[in-house]
């Protein structure tokens, strides 16, 4: 594990079993790694060398660049020359473009001259920049493009001055990389209005370049402010960096947007006050993604890139991820997964556990190392969302918190909905022993989706709080699409129902109460089972006893005999022989009835058929 204290280098590094064995790493980038004078270790952190790129800027904004995936900002430790770890996703591009010029059998730089000349890289942005903006001087520079201060000259914002982010054409060489500007143009303009999200201007462009401008953040990076601080926040400190970070990436979930790249260089503050106001910016590698969707591109900065990532199957949970490891460093000084290669930190984050044994762990508070866990555990399922974790005692405590509605209890309440009767008794069964944290949590979401004077919530309440804290990003990540088609399964569930008779056929409680949401409404009891997270409620130290208490509970109210092709039929399993000999052990012989184990596996969410199964 990698210590940033302010210890000597060569008595502070341990050995690490999952680094590779050779002894200095080479610099996967294409160019050499440039060294200057100005790019010095910090006497607080002897090993954390600032990125080759740093002394090409100040510390008033970030570096620009459009499709900047080689860069990561938190550098490994003091090596014999500058080392940067390219992004995740650069080996496997090599792989592909080698694989593809073999296959060709074209020369490479004549291929991406006839690519080049087929890129259509008109954007449709405003073309008179030169006459509404005065470029100042440069302030940042990255891979791909290069950063501006720069006035209006006229307008409204007349002599305000802002940050430009200027993005060459010629950089532009593939049709990625002319999506990937576009992209981030469109996320900028559909985001706006959050304090905590850095202020989107306008877009332009001309035959040479694109221009993005946005708010000039003058206080520096959060990274800055950490190694000033020789790595160590107070918990309060930390707290205050960490409420205005999940309030804007629980603001950007919510809209269907995930970051992708979330790290201490991608905050900025507004001045150099103490208590300045936290900004994101950079969200050239983010993407808008669906409710029941996963992403598959491996993109993000080593240090920070969650588990389920490098397993190329993702969302929005892999930014509570990258907030956990800024979390750990805020508290410690410490990245609590490092190696000295790229290869040694994916293997790190994937099988290695963030140490809370050395100092100043012992000395912090419970509440504080059981956030950060709860953040960083490798299974998403079991991770806390980012409105979520603005509810966790540490963060909390006595204040009261405003919340954005979690987007989580979305998606929970559609599985709900197209689950059989059975698993909603059993999931009615453990939402009676959810402890006060996980109720004080959902008592927010419910009060959120404000419920009428009878205390019931309809679909139309869910409606209201999406479109409450809709912006444009809403419509691009379709999120009103999946409303819509959570309305129609809702119908053909009813007109099955009508049809066949449900109380008749299934015989468990009656159909109003099972299906409320449709009708007079849900009410918070049936709210909470519909909304419970069973892999987080798992993680808790108070399982076992929970789901022991849960069955008792289901045996008296839900539980019934059940005959193997209709359990087969609940988790869409189909009816093959081997599956029924699995399926076979949780019915329990004696009376028919489903058993323990066969609770438990249907309470893990089998019964939803394909749980965010679209991956792109």
């Known amino acids: 594990m990698g210590g940033c204290t302010s210890k000597p280098s060569s008595t502070s590094v341990k050995p690490n079993p ?13 160019t050499p790694a440039r060294t200057s004078t100005a790019v010095k270790a910090s006497p607080f952190f002897p090993f954390y060398t600032p990125s080759p790129a740093r002394h090409r800027r100040n510390k008033s904004h970030r570096d620009g660049g459009g499709e ?16 940067h770890p390219p992004s ?98 469109k996320i900028l303009r559909a985001l706006s209005g959050h304090n905590n999200l850095v202020q989107f201007y306008d877009a332009f462009e001309d035959n040479a370049n694109v221009y993005i401008v946005m708010e000039l953040c003058g206080g520096g990076e959060l990274l800055d402010r950490i190694l000033t601080r020789g790595g160590k926040y107070s918990e309060d400190d930390a707290k205050a960096v960490l409420i205005q970070i999940l309030n804007v990436v629980a603001f950007c979930h919510l809209q269907g947007v995930v970051h992708r790249d979330l790290k201490p260089e991608n905050f900025l503050y507004i001045s150099k006050e103490e208590n300045s106001q936290l900004k994101v910016i950079d969200f050239g590698l983010s993407d808008f ?55 040694g930190i994916f293997r790190a984050v994937l099988k290695a556990d963030p140490s809370f044994d050395e100092p100043p762990w012992p000395s912090l508070s419970l509440e504080a190392k059981d956030f950060v866990k709860r953040l960083l555990y490798k299974d998403p399922r079991k991770r806390m969302t980012a409105s979520q974790a603005l509810m966790h005692p540490w963060i909390s405590g006595s204040k009261k918190m405003n919340i954005p509605f979690d987007i989580l209890i979305f998606r929970q309440i559609k599985a709900y909905l197209k689950s059989s009767s059975l ?55 379709r999120i009103p699409d999946f409303l819509a088609l959570v309305l129609i399964l809702l119908l053909s569930f009813v007109l099955v129902c009508l049809l066949y008779g449900f109380n008749k056929r299934f015989g ?64 869409g399993v189909g009816s093959s022989i081997p599956v029924h000999t699995i399926l076979h052990d949780w019915i329990r012989h004696s009376d028919g009835k489903l058993s323990f184990l066969g609770f438990v596996k249907l309470l893990h969410g089998v019964s939803s058929r394909q749980p965010l199964a679209k991956t792109r």
């Open 508 to 571: 468990v409680g009656n159909y109003e109460q099972l299906n409320g949401l449709q009708y007079k409404g849900m009410d918070f009891e049936e709210f909470c089972a519909a909304s419970i997270s069973v892999h987080q409620h798992e993680s808790l130290d108070c399982w076992e006893q929970s789901v022991r208490h849960a069955y008792e509970l289901f045996e008296m109210n839900g539980n019934r005999v059940i005959v193997i092709e209709e359990l087969a039929s609940e988790l």
């Open 68 to 83: 900047s995936k080689s860069v990561t900002g938190t550098p490994l430790r003091q090596l014999a020359r500058a080392f």
């Open 88 to 185: 995740p996703a650069k080996h496997i591009r090599d792989v592909l473009r080698r694989r593809k010029e073999k296959k060709e059998g074209a020369p490479p730089a004549a291929r991406q001259r006839e690519e080049e000349v087929g890129l259509d890289k008109r954007f449709g942005f405003a073309k008179d920049f030169q006459s509404r903006m005065e470029l100042g001087e440069e302030i940042g520079r990255g891979h791909f493009g290069y950063t501006c201060s720069a006035k209006f000259k006229k307008g409204e914002f007349k002599d305000h001055e802002v940050a430009v982010k200027v993005i060459p054409k010629s950089k532009m060489t593939t049709a990625i990389s002319v999506e990937d500007v576009r992209r981030e143009v």
């Open 423 to 477: 698993r909603k008794a059993a999931l009615m069964a453990l939402s009676k022993t959810l402890i006060t944290d996980e109720l004080l949590y959902l008592k927010a979401q419910f009060a959120i989706l404000a419920p009428n004077k009878n205390g019931l919530i309809t679909l139309d309440n869910i409606r209201t709080a999406l479109a409450t804290n809709a912006t444009e990003a809403m419509k691009e990540s």
């Open 18 to 30: 999952y680094a590779p064995k050779d002894s200095l790493p080479q610099n996967d980038d294409s």
């Open 289 to 343: 993604v669906r409710p029941d969707e996963r992403l598959n591109d491996i993109v993000g900065s080593a240090y920070y890139v969650a588990p389920e990532v490098l397993h190329r199957s993702y969302t929005t949970e892999a930014d509570v991820w990258s907030i956990g490891v800024i979390a750990y460093i805020l508290l410690c000084g410490s990245r609590p997964f490092w190696a000295r290669t790229e290869s």
